[in-house]
């Protein structure tokens, strides 16, 4: 049975990897998306895994993998197609992780609370650098969505 620390460490190049996308105008209906997308990923990854045996050998160290998942999120910032390939190739570690049929909704649960995590941090980054939130869903999805209106941080009291 998965424990809480086994579940985060599941998740959480998830998470890294949905904080270096968040900082980015990506709509917030794109974000939930995505982070549903995570948790489904991980949670099949989990299911085969605990059907098949682990299928991989053991992840490399955790500094490794967390180094992917920073290149894998900066590559989805530049071209927006990886944004659909990141959900399958970050569940490869859950593959490798084994376990029982009745973790992978918890593996499936605490990837997309930490992929939502990430992605809102993100968002948080995203304000503090550029002074907009990002839009509620995007009108194009192909390409960025242009920042909703711009709102101030600290608004400066006008004379």
């Known amino acids: ?9 599941l998740g959480l190049d998830s998470s890294v990897c949905c904080l270096v996308i968040g900082v980015t105008t990506l709509g917030w209906s794109t974000r ?10 991980d949670a099949c990854a989990s299911v085969v895994s605990a ?4 299928m991989l050998p053991a992840p490399p160290s955790l500094v ?14 530049r071209y927006r ?5 990141l959900p399958a190739v970050l569940s490869l570690d859950n593959l490798a992780a ?3 049929l009745n973790d992978a909704i918890a593996d499936g649960v605490g990837s997309a609370t930490l992929a939502l ?12 650098i ?30």
Do not use: H
């Open 117 to 128: 995590f990430g992605l809102s941090v993100g968002a948080i980054l995203f304000r503090l």
């Open 130 to 159: 550029s002074g907009t939130w990002p839009c509620p869903y995007e009108t194009d999805m192909p390409q960025w969505s242009a920042p909703c209106g711009r709102t101030e941080i600290w608004p400066v009291p006008r004379q």
């Open 1 to 9: 049975m998965n424990n809480p620390a086994s579940i985060f460490v």
């Open 51 to 54: 059907a098949f045996g682990p």
């Open 81 to 85: 197609g990886w944004i659909n390939v």
């Open 32 to 41: 939930l998306k995505l982070a549903l997308a995570f948790g489904m990923w």
């Open 64 to 77: 490794v993998w967390i180094c992917c998942a920073v290149l894998l999120g900066l590559a989805a910032r």
């Open 98 to 100: 084994g376990g029982g």
